[in-house]
C-alpha cells in the first residue's frame, strides 16, 4: 500500500527525470530550503518543481548551510548530501 509519505508529487517526478544524477541532490536542497521558506512566510509550502530545476540546471548551488536541520523538515528524502560543500575561507 502506498501512502501520501511514500509516493512522489508527480510534477516534481517529471522535474527530476530532466536533471542529470549529479544534480538531484542539489535540486532536492533547493526544494527542501524553498519549502522552508514559504511555510515561514506563507503557512503553506507551495513549490514549482519546474521553476526549480531550471535554477538547478542554470547554476543556482548553495553556498550555506540551511537556517533549519533539512533532514527532520523534509519527509520526501532524510539525506544530508544536498549539495553543500563548505566554503573555504581565503
Known amino acids: 500500500m502506498t501512502t501520501k509519505k511514500d509516493s512522489i508529487n508527480p510534477k516534481k517526478e517529471e522535474a527530476l527525470k530532466e536533471l542529470q544524477d549529479d544534480l538531484k541532490p542539489i535540486f532536492e536542497r533547493l526544494v527542501a ?13 507551495f513549490v514549482s518543481y519546474a521553476v526549480l530545476a531550471d535554477l538547478v540546471k542554470d547554476g543556482w548551488r ?8 533539512i533532514e527532520t523538515f523534509s519527509s520526501d528524502f532524510g539525506r544530508s548530501d544536498f549539495g553543500y ?6
Do not use: D, L, V
Not at 530550503?33 to 509550502?45: I, L, N, T
Not at 560543500?85 to 581565503?90: L, S
Open 85 to 90: 560543500k563548505e566554503a573555504k575561507e581565503p
Open 33 to 45: 530550503e524553498y519549502q522552508f521558506h514559504c511555510m515561514e512566510r506563507y503557512g503553506r509550502p
Open 62 to 69: 548553495p553556498t550555506h548551510k540551511p537556517k533549519f536541520n
